[in-house]
T-cell receptor, first 110, second 114 residues
C-alpha cells in the first residue's frame, strides 16, 4: 500500500508560472523526499526534508513540511517546459523502505 | 557513468517464461532496493538488501519472485512462470545506510508479458 497521496493528480500550467504539489501521509516519519520521473524513465531525487525541518530550498524548488498535519508541499517557481514530469513524494520511517505516493503529473506548456 | 544501471532496459516475454533482470548499484552503496511500478502509480517496494543480506520482502513478492545479491554488489531479480499481471517497470535503487535513505534510481527494466 502507498502512504503518500499527492494532490492534484495532474496539473497543467503555462511556462513561467509556479507549480504547487501537495503530499499527505499517515504515519510518523524521519524524513520526506520528493522525486521527479520523466516519462518511462527512472526517478531522480530532488530534495529531502527532515522531520525537524519546516522549509527547505534548492534552486527553484521550495519544500515545506508540516508534521502536525502530516503534509508537505513542493513549489516549483518560474516553471519551464523541461519541468514536465511526474513528481512523487516518499516517506522514510526508521529503517523501513521508502513509501511512495501515486504522484502528480505536471505539464508545463511553452 | 557511475550511476545505477539496469539490464535489460526492455524485456518482452511470453506468459509462463522465466525472466531475470540485473541491477548494478553505485559502487560504494551498501543498500540496494527493488521496486515495481505500473502505469499511473508510484513505485511499490519489493525487497531490499544491505550488502548481501536480504533484509525485507514485500507481500507483493510472491513465490515466483526471487532476488539475490551474492557478493554485495550487483543484484538479480528473477520472475518464474511470468503472468500478464507481472507486466510493469522494475526499478532498482541504491543508497548509503544512514544517509537519510536518499535513494538513487536506475532507468528501470520495462517488462511486457504477452
Amino acid at each position: 500500500s502507498q502512504q503518500g497521496e499527492e494532490d492534484p493528480q495532474a496539473l497543467s500550467i503555462q511556462e513561467g508560472e509556479n507549480a504547487t504539489m501537495n503530499c499527505s501521509y499517515k504515519t510518523s516519519i524521519n524524513n520526506l523526499q520528493w522525486y521527479r520521473q520523466n516519462s518511462g524513465r527512472g526517478l531522480v531525487h530532488l530534495i529531502l526534508i527532515r522531520s525537524n525541518e519546516r522549509e527547505k530550498h534548492s534552486g527553484r524548488l521550495r519544500v515545506t513540511l508540516d508534521t502536525s498535519k502530516k503534509s508537505s508541499s513542493l513549489l516549483i517557481t518560474a516553471s519551464r517546459a523541461a519541468d514536465t514530469a511526474s513528481y512523487f513524494c516518499a516517506t522514510a520511517s526508521g529503517n523501513t523502505p521508502l513509501v511512495f505516493g501515486k504522484g502528480t503529473r505536471l505539464s508545463v506548456i511553452a | 557513468d557511475t550511476g545505477v544501471s539496469q539490464n535489460p532496459r526492455h524485456k518482452i516475454t511470453k506468459r509462463g517464461q522465466n525472466v531475470t533482470f540485473r541491477c548494478d548499484p553505485i559502487s560504494e552503496h551498501n543498500r540496494l532496493y527493488w521496486y515495481r511500478q505500473t502505469l499511473g502509480q508510484g513505485p511499490e517496494f519489493l525487497t531490499y538488501f544491505q550488502n548481501e543480506a536480504q533484509l525485507e520482502k514485500s507481500r507483493l513478492l510472491s513465490d515466483r519472485f526471487s532476488a539475490e545479491r551474492p557478493k554485495g554488489s550487483f543484484s538479480t531479480l528473477e520472475i518464474q512462470r511470468t503472468e500478464q499481471g507481472d507486466s510493469a517497470m522494475y526499478l532498482c535503487a541504491s543508497s548509503l545506510m544512514g544517509e537519510g535513505n536518499e535513494q538513487f534510481f536506475g532507468p528501470g527494466t520495462r517488462l511486457t508479458v504477452l
